[in-house]
C-alpha cells in the first residue's frame, strides 16, 4: 500500500470515529429504546422503524427489501470519492429480542452498533468511490432473517459483510453451529378422558414419546450435536384426551452435512411417536442457520482497529457455541461477527442477567466502539483494493493470502 493510500485510510478512520462519538448519547439512546421495548422475530416493527430514521438522515438511500419482512432495513450510499467503485461493504444490525426474555441476546447493542458504523461511513463519503450497504437483519433468533435477505437478493454486489455481537467476552471470530428451527405438531382425537379414553387419540402422548425418544438418541449424538425445545400447546383440559400439541425445538450440528443426518433422523422419530400413537405428524421448518466460515482476512483488520480502541482478543473458548444466521451470509460472501464484551465473564447469553447488562455503562462503550470498529474495517476495505483481493482469495481458496494478515487470528 502507497503512503498516500495509507494516510487517507488512517485520516478517514479518525473522520469516522469522530462522527461516531459525537453521536454517541443518539446510539445509547436507540439501543436503550430498542431494550426498552423488546419485539420478537420479524415483528420488530418500532426498532426497525426508529433504524430506518436514522440510517435515512444520515444521508442513505432507503428501500424496502421486501412485502414478506416488513421488518428488514436496507439503505445504500455511494461514495463520492475516487478509489474503486465496484466495491460494496455492508454493515449490519440485528434487533430482535427474545420471546419472554426480551433482550437477553443484547441486540439492541447490535441495532444502534450497525446504525453507528453507517453514520460514520456517511461521514466519510468523500473518500471511497465504492458503496456502503446498511441492512437491517431481521429474526435471528428465531427463523433466519438474513437467510430470506440473501434469497431476496440484498446481499448481490456485496463484497464484505460486518457485524458486531455482544457476549461475556471479546472473541474475534465464532465457531458457530449450523442450526434448524422447526415446529412440530401431533393431530389425534379429543374424547372424554374419564368415559370414554377409548374412542381418543391421545396427541400429547405423542409429544411425550417424542421428547423421550430425542431422550434416547443423545446417546448416539455427536458431542457437540443439541436438539432442544419447548411445547407451546399441550392440551385443552385434562378431562379432555388431547387432540393437538405443538412444540418449538432446535437441532444444532458442527457441520452441515450433520445437519443434515440429523434432519433426517428427527424427521423419522416424529413420524414414529406419531405412528405409536395413531397420530398425524407435521414438521415445519422455520428457518436455518449455515456454519461461520469468518474471514480471517478481515477479522485481523477488525481486531487491529478493536485492538486500537482498547479491546483485546484472548484465545477463545471452542466448546462455547451457538449459531447464528450469520452463517448463511458467511458462506455466501466474505463476513466477520466478533463479539465484544459487555460484562463479567460466565455471564450466560440468554439470561436476565445478560439482558441487564445490555443497557449496562459498559453496553454503551461496547456499542460505540463496536460501531467505531466496523466502521473502520469497512473504510480499509473500501480504500485499499489489496487488502479487498486478499479477502476474495481467501473466501475463494480457505486460505489466508500473506503471513502478515493472519498474525494473531484466533481460529
Ligand atoms: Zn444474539
Ligand atoms: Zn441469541
Redesign the pocket.
Known amino acids: 500500500m502507497s503512503s498516500r493510500v495509507s494516510a487517507a485510510i488512517e485520516s478517514a478512520k479518525a473522520r469516522a470515529a469522530e462522527a461516531i462519538i459525537s453521536r454517541r448519547q443518539e446510539l445509547l439512546e436507540l439501543s436503550a429504546r430498542i431494550h426498552a421495548n423488546p419485539e420478537v422475530s420479524f415483528e420488530e416493527f418500532t426498532a426497525a422503524d426508529a433504524v430506518r430514521h436514522i440510517v435515512a438522515a444520515a444521508g442513505y438511500a432507503m428501500s424496502d427489501p421486501d412485502p414478506s419482512l416488513p421488518t428488514a432495513v436496507r439503505g445504500d450510499i455511494r461514495g463520492t470519492g475516487y478509489s474503486d467503485r465496484d466495491t460494496t461493504v455492508a454493515v449490519l444490525s ?1 434487533y430482535d429480542a427474545l420471546e419472554g426474555l426480551g433482550h437477553g ?3 439492541n447493542l ?1 441495532a444502534a452498533a450497525g446504525v453507528g458504523a453507517a453514520i460514520g461511513l456517511a461521514a466519510v463519503q468523500d473518500t471511497f468511490g465504492g458503496e456502503v450497504r446498511f441492512l437491517g437483519t431481521p429474526g ?2 428465531r427463523g433466519a432473517g438474513k437467510e430470506d435477505m440473501i434469497r431476496l437478493g440484498h446481499f448481490e454486489g456485496v463484497d464484505a459483510a460486518v457485524i458486531v ?1 455482544p457476549y461475556d467476552r471479546n472473541q474475534l471470530t465464532v465457531p458457530a453451529l449450523a442450526l434448524e428451527d422447526l415446529e412440530v405438531s401431533f393431530h389425534g382425537e379429543a374424547a372424554h378422558a374419564a368415559t370414554s379414553p377409548w374412542d381418543g387419540r391421545n396427541a400429547l402422548d405423542a409429544m411425550v414419546q417424542l421428547l423421550a425418544s430425542i431422550g434416547l438418541w443423545r446417546q448416539q449424538m455427536k458431542d457437540s450435536a443439541r436438539v432442544h425445545g419447548i411445547i407451546t400447546e399441550g392440551g385443552e383440559a385434562p378431562n379432555i384426551v388431547p387432540a393437538f400439541t405443538s412444540a418449538l425445538f432446535m437441532l444444532r450440528a458442527e457441520s452441515d452435512t450433520e445437519l443434515e443426518h440429523m434432519r433426517r433422523r428427527f424427521r423419522e422419530i416424529v413420524e414414529a411417536a406419531a405412528l405409536a400413537h395413531a397420530c398425524q405428524s407435521e414438521v415445519k421448518s422455520i428457518g436455518m442457520s449455515r456454519t461461520m466460515q469468518d474471514n480471517r482476512t478481515m477479522a485481523a483488520v477488525f481486531r487491529r482497529n478493536a485492538e486500537r480502541l482498547g479491546i483485546e482478543f484472548p484465545e477463545p473458548d471452542p466448546t462455547r457455541v ?1 449459531s ?1 444466521d450469520m452463517g448463511n451470509v458467511s458462506q455466501a460472501l466474505p463476513s466477520i461477527h466478533p463479539f465484544l464484551q459487555i460484562c463479567d465473564e460466565g455471564t450466560p ?1 440468554h439470561s436476565e442477567l445478560f439482558r441487564e447488562a445490555a443497557v449496562g455503562e459498559a453496553a454503551g462503550e461496547m456499542c460505540i466502539r463496536g460501531a467505531i470498529a466496523q466502521a473502520q474495517t469497512a473504510i480499509e476495505l473500501l480504500l485499499d483494493p489489496d487488502l479487498r483481493s486478499r479477502v476474495q482469495r481467501e473466501f475463494a481458496t480457505g486460505r489466508v493470502h500473506t503471513e502478515t494478515t493472519d498474525e494473531g487470528v484466533n481460529v
Open positions: 440485528e441476546c443484547g441486540h447490535m435471528e433468533e455481537h451457538g447464528t447469553l
